[in-house]
Nanobody, 120 residues
Framework: QVQLVESGGGLVQPGGSLRLSCDASGSIFSIDAMGWYRQAPGKQRELVATITSGDSTNYADSVKGRFTISRDNAKNTVYLQMNSLKPEDTAVYYC??????????????WGQGTQVTVSS
């Protein structure tokens, strides 16, 4: 089995920063792309940022220039540095990883989510 565990969420004032972490553990053979998604109350889950195994990144327009995704392959960890946070960034943030537990196709796994609240 594979587990993804997010951490680092919390309450922050507008303009502040947070750093989210997502640790992948379990029977991992290989990890391909990893990413962060978020879901605000009453809204659909949306992509925030992704990073490939080759460190190519992609960001939602709403977070470009403010958020940075990175990964540490030795630790099976992906990070999301969030700066200049806005109230509209308030959401549950989910980690997703494309992970193979043996040689073969990758499968998508989700973490349980971490709450980020931006409010004064």
């Amino acid at each position: 089995q594979v587990q993804l565990v997010e951490s680092g969420g919390g309450l922050v004032q507008p303009g502040g920063s947070l750093r989210l972490s997502c640790d992948a553990s379990g029977s991992i053979f290989s990890i391909d792309a990893m990413g962060w998604y978020r879901q605000a109350p009453g809204k659909q889950r949306e992509l925030v940022a992704t990073i490939t195994s080759g460190d190519s990144t992609n960001y939602a327009d709403s977070v470009k220039g403010r958020f940075t995704i990175s990964r540490d392959n030795a630790k099976n960890t992906v990070y999301l540095q969030m700066n200049s946070l806005k109230p509209e960034d308030t959401a549950v943030y989910y980690c997703r990883g494309q992970i193979a537990t043996m040689p073969g196709p990758y499968k998508g796994y989700w973490g349980q989510g971490t709450q980020v609240t931006v409010s004064s």
